[in-house]
Each structure stands twice: as C-alpha cells, then as structure tokens.
C-alpha cells in the first residue's frame, strides 16, 4: 500500500481594531503605627478610589478587588534584633474603563481621592467583545498557511488534497500607536493616553494531504 504524502505548515494572522475598553490596575497603600489604624485607613481610601470610580461611569461589575495584605514592618536593631516599625495595608483594585477615552478622567478622580496612598500599577487597553478581530486574525492565518502549502506541494510536483488536521494556537494581543486626533482625544484631563489599536495575532497549524497531479 502506498503511504500516503502529507504536508504541514504553520501559517500565521494578524487583525488590528481599535480597543473599546481599558483595564486599570490600582493599588492602595497605607503605613500606620498600628495594624487596626493602616487596614482601617486603606479600607476607607480604597473605597473613595471606588466611589470616584463609580462616579465617572465605572460600572459595578466592572470594578473587582484583586488583593488584600496587611504586614508588619520590621528593621533590624543592634542587640535587639528583628524590631516592628509600623504595619502597612495594601489593596488592589481592577477597574475595566470604557470607552478608553474617559479613561483620564476617570483616572484623575481616582488620583484625587487616593491621594499620597494610590498607586497605578499599570493600564491595558483591549475589547469587550475581542470574537470579530480574532475571526479576521484567523482567516489571515489561514490564507497564510494555504498559499505556504500549494506553493510547497507545488515545488514538490503534486497538489492539495483534503485537510487532515487543523491545530489552532492561543491568540494574543499587543498595543500598536496610532497617531493623529485619535491619540489627542485621550488627553482631555490628567496625563495623557495613548490612543492605538490592539493587533490580535493567530497561529494554525495545518496538515494537508498531497495528490499528485492530473496526468496532461
């Protein structure tokens, strides 16, 4: 029986949009002599941050505590050792801001009621719904993978046949700048955002079976 000739090959995609929606990672930081006065203090301040939030078009469900920890800190003391300084309480917060655009606003309330104890750890922009930018990411992929195989089944003298197997890869994403009035509008208030698109890139892995071809 003759073994039947495959080929696989690897194509890869890649769909950019514009993100409808930023995530914003905050923290709350707080030092106090006593354990009870930093976790009181932090609560407090974490929940202003929140309400201000909430006050700027932050949904609930779009607001998510993330962490929580409460620890002592401690310096070393000649002959005393290990010594308690004061203990500090942290929280975490997740805010999904959309559109991105009243992400500076949004931000600057919550600068503004956290004062001295908020940090921003960092801002991600993305979609809501991300389906319609991967389904293009992955049809280029797939285009990219087809046209790799006829080319190399026709160097090798034969044609595609049916598909074997298909192995698709996690998609992910990265933020592209973009520049003009859209990277302007994200600086209404606070320091400024950059505007881009987020590109979502597909992998797929195909395997084809080779026929050879028609005789002439």
Same mark, same amino acid.
């Given at each position: 029986?003759?073994?039947?000739?495959?080929?696989?090959?690897?194509?890869?995609?890649?769909?950019?949009?514009?993100?409808?929606?930023?995530?914003?990672?905050?923290?709350?930081? +707080?030092?106090?002599? %006593?354990? /009870? @006065? !930093?976790?009181? =203090? $932090?609560?407090?301040? *974490?929940?202003?941050?929140?309400?201000?939030?909430?006050?700027?078009?932050?949904?609930?469900?779009?607001?998510?505590?993330?962490?929580?920890?409460?620890?002592?800190?401690?310096?070393?003391?000649?002959?005393?050792?290990?010594?308690?300084?004061?203990?500090?309480?942290?929280?975490?917060?997740?805010?999904?801001?959309?559109?991105?655009?009243?992400?500076?606003?949004?931000?600057?309330?919550?600068?503004?009621?956290?004062?001295?104890?908020?940090?921003?750890?960092?801002?991600?922009?993305?979609?809501?719904?991300?389906?319609? +930018?991967?389904?293009? %990411?992955? /049809? @280029? !992929?797939?285009? =990219? $993978?087809?046209?790799? *195989?006829?080319?190399?089944?026709?160097?090798?003298?034969?044609?595609?046949?049916?598909?074997?197997?298909?192995?698709?890869?996690?998609?992910?994403?990265?933020?592209?700048?973009?520049?003009?009035?859209?990277?302007?509008?994200?600086?209404?208030?606070?320091?400024?955002?950059?505007?881009?698109?987020?590109?979502?890139?597909?992998?797929?892995?195909?395997?084809?079976?080779?026929?050879?071809?028609?005789?002439?």
């Amino acid at each position: 029986m003759t073994p039947i000739r495959t080929i696989t090959v690897t194509g890869e995609g890649t769909a950019e949009a514009v993100p409808d929606l930023l995530t914003l990672m905050l923290a709350v930081e +707080v030092r106090r002599d %006593a354990a /009870e @006065a !930093a976790y009181d =203090e $932090a609560g407090e301040i *974490a929940s202003a941050v929140t309400e201000a939030l909430r006050g700027h078009g932050v949904a609930g469900l779009d607001l998510r505590t993330s962490g929580l920890n409460l620890r002592a800190e401690l310096v070393w003391a000649e002959n005393q050792g290990q010594k308690v300084t004061g203990y500090v309480a942290s929280t975490t917060l997740v805010a999904r801001v959309g559109p991105p655009s009243a992400a500076p606003a949004a931000i600057s309330a919550a600068v503004a009621a956290g004062g001295d104890s908020l940090r921003i750890n960092g801002i991600e922009q993305g979609f809501k719904d991300s389906s319609a +930018v991967a389904a293009r %990411a992955q /049809e @280029a !992929a797939w285009r =990219e $993978a087809e046209a790799k *195989a006829a080319r190399f089944a026709a160097l090798a003298g034969a044609r595609l046949g049916q598909v074997l197997s298909i192995d698709q890869r996690p998609e992910h994403g990265s933020p592209v700048p973009m520049m003009g009035d859209m990277k302007r509008a994200f600086a209404s208030e606070g320091v400024a955002i950059e505007a881009g698109s987020v590109a979502v890139s597909a992998s797929v892995v195909v395997q084809w079976e080779l026929d050879s071809p028609a005789p002439a």
